[in-house]
């Protein structure tokens, strides 16, 4: 079975200042997706960012970006320019090619201080 | 607009009761998903459902059960046997299992047992 690990329950990052959320999974597949959801307190499951395996460049949707490196399992999200409203839990995601179900990590508190 | 409409937003069960959680989306979408969610446990998935009249066990399907006679529409209902109910409830939707594109979320349940 896949596994999600967040080694990081908090973090806390400056306004304007760049923030990495870590994430390791564990699979034995080679075809699979990665995703990186953020919950604000609102509580609203929000995709921030997706990867998929067999893609060798990174990630980048504006601020946010990944350093997804496949042979060490690690799926990293890079935030720069940290704004207040990115105050929120950030949950990494893996699912296997084929499969119906999203595997979820435990989730990374991130605040962001003014 | 589209999107994943959850209601009620907060519902309260008395020991014993059955509670129905009401998921509806008019994305147009064939998949959809009930996930639970506990402090420090990320999002764990109780159910999900490929095609209408078809649905499939979860990692935590033990006291849920689920329906889906629409397409737009998939309720979960929380029975006396589940025993540790009192969490918040997540529904989401995405285009088909072949099609891993990003999961839409609801707004949320927030269940608890009085």
């Known amino acids: 079975a896949q596994t999600v690990t967040q080694s990081q329950p908090e973090m806390s990052v400056q306004e304007a200042e760049t923030v990495t959320l870590s994430c390791t999974y564990d699979t034995s597949e080679s075809n699979y997706y990665l995703f990186w959801y953020k919950q604000p307190p609102s509580r609203q499951m929000i995709l921030v960012i997706r990867q998929e395996a067999y893609k060798q460049q990174n990630a980048t949707e504006n601020r946010f970006s990944v350093n997804f490196q496949k042979a060490a399992k690690s799926f990293s999200l890079k935030i720069s320019d940290s704004q207040l409203g990115d105050t929120a839990m950030y949950f990494c995601?893996?699912?296997?090619?084929?499969?119906?179900?999203?595997?979820f990590g435990k989730g990374t508190k991130l605040t962001v201080n003014p | 607009d589209g999107g994943i409409t959850q209601s009620p937003k907060y519902l309260f069960r008395k020991e014993g009761q059955n509670v129905t959680l009401s998921c509806e989306q008019n994305l147009n979408h064939d998949a959809m998903y009930w996930y639970r969610q506990d402090p420090g446990q990320g999002l764990r998935l109780i159910y999900y459902s490929q095609i209408v009249n078809d649905f499939q066990k979860g990692d935590i399907a033990e006291g849920y059960s689920v329906s889906r006679e629409k397409k737009e529409s998939f309720p979960l209902t929380v029975t006396s046997a589940q025993k540790n109910p009192t969490a918040f409830y997540l529904c989401?939707?995405?285009?088909?299992?072949?099609?891993?594109?990003?999961?839409?979320f609801g707004q949320g349940t927030r269940l608890t047992v009085v």
């Open positions: 995601a893996f699912m296997k090619q084929g499969s119906e179900k999203l595997v």
């Open positions: 989401a939707s995405s285009i088909s299992r072949d099609a891993p594109t990003e999961a839409f």
